[in-house]
C-alpha cells in the first residue's frame, strides 16, 4: 500500500494565487455595546469633630477679643473725629471773635481811621417828627448838643465850650411860630408846648465834653471875620456848640453846629460863607476831591497847600449843612492829616444829622 492512501495522512488544502493589487482584507471589530454612565452622588458630610471643653473656650474667648477690638477702634475713631468737630468750632470762635488786625498773619496797615463807640441818636420830643419825615419841614427836633460826632476811642485833649445858657431857641422845635389864622387858644396852647419842648432839650443830659456856645464864638476863628459875622446875622443863628479832641495819630478835630430857623437860613450861610482864612491854620485853599455825605448839598472843602511828613495837607476844613442845621470840621496835624480820617469824620457827623 502506498503513503498517498494511508488513511491517518493529513490532506494538503489547496492555496489560491494572490492576485496582484489587491488589498488584504481586514476584519472589521465588533463595536462594543454603550453603557449609560452612572450618576454622581455627592459624598455626605463628615459630621463636625466636637472638641473638648478647652477648645470651645478658647474659640469663645478668641471672638469675644475680636469684638472688643473692633468696639476700640469705633471708639478710638469716635473720639478722634468728636476732638476734631471740637477744635475746629474752638478755631472757628477764636477767630471770628477777635477783630481782625489782632489776628496775627491779618493785620493790616492803620489807614488813619478812628475807632469810634457805638452811634446813637438822641431822643426826640414827644410828639416830634425825625428829620426828612415831614415833607418840606426838614428839621432836627432832637437836643443839638447829642448831636455831635462823640470823640473816638484813643482821643485827649476832649474839650468843649464851658455850658453857657441854654439859647432861647435852642430847642428847634421853639423856632415853630403860630400862624396869623390860629386861634387864640391854639396859639397859646402852641406856645406853651413850645416852650415846654425848649425847656426839656435844655435840661437834657448831654455829653459831659459838649455844650451850649454862643454863635459870635464861631466867627472868631476867622483871621478876618467881618463878613462871616455878617452873614451869621443876616441869617439868624440861634443856637451853638461844639466838640473838641486829639486823635490819637495827633490830629486836632473841631466840630461846629449852628441851628438856623430854617433850611433856607443855613443854605444862605453855607453860600455866603465862602473861603476864609483860620487863626492857627495855614492858608486854605479849594480841595478838588469829594465826600458824598448825603447832605443837602455838596459839601465844600478846603486844605492847605502845606504838607505835612506824610504829603497829606497840615489841615482840613469842610463846611455842609442838613436841613436847619450848619457844619464845620476843621482838623489839623503838623505830619499831616490822613484823607482816610477826615472822610470819615465827615460821613459820620453828617450820619447823626441826617
Known sequence: MTESTRPDAPVEQPVEPAVPGAAAETPSPTPAPAVAPEPAVAPEPEPAAVGSPGDLFAKAAAAEDARKSHRATVLRWGAAALLLLLSGTATGVAVTGQARTDIPGLRTANDGRYVFPALTLPPLPSGKPAPGADKGNRRHYADLRRLLLPAPRGASDVSGPPDAPAPASAGSSANSAPSASSSPTASASAAASASAAASAAASAP?????????????????????????????????????????????????????????????????????????????????????????????????????????????????????????????????????????????????????
Open 206 to 354: 448831654a455829653p459831659a465834653d459838649a455844650g451850649w456856645a454862643k454863635c459870635s464864638e464861631f466867627t472868631d476863628r476867622y483871621k478876618s471875620p467881618a463878613l462871616p459875622a455878617a452873614a451869621l446875622d443876616e441869617n439868624a443863628c440861634r443856637a451853638a456848640t461844639k466838640r473838641v479832641w486829639t486823635g490819637p495819630d495827633g490830629t486836632r478835630t473841631e466840630i461846629w453846629l449852628l441851628s438856623f430857623g430854617a433850611g433856607t437860613d443855613a443854605g444862605e450861610f453855607y453860600h455866603d460863607l465862602g473861603l476864609n482864612d483860620l487863626k492857627g491854620v495855614p492858608a486854605l485853599t479849594g480841595d478838588p476831591g469829594r465826600i458824598d455825605a448825603g447832605s443837602d448839598m455838596t459839601p465844600k472843602l478846603f486844605a492847605t497847600k502845606e504838607t505835612g511828613s506824610t504829603g497829606d495837607p497840615v489841615g482840613r476844613e469842610v463846611l455842609f449843612f442838613d436841613g436847619e442845621v450848619f457844619a464845620s470840621i476843621v482838623m489839623t496835624n503838623p505830619k499831616g492829616v490822613p484823607l482816610r480820617a477826615f472822610q470819615q469824620v465827615t460821613i459820620l457827623q453828617e450820619g447823626m444829622l441826617h
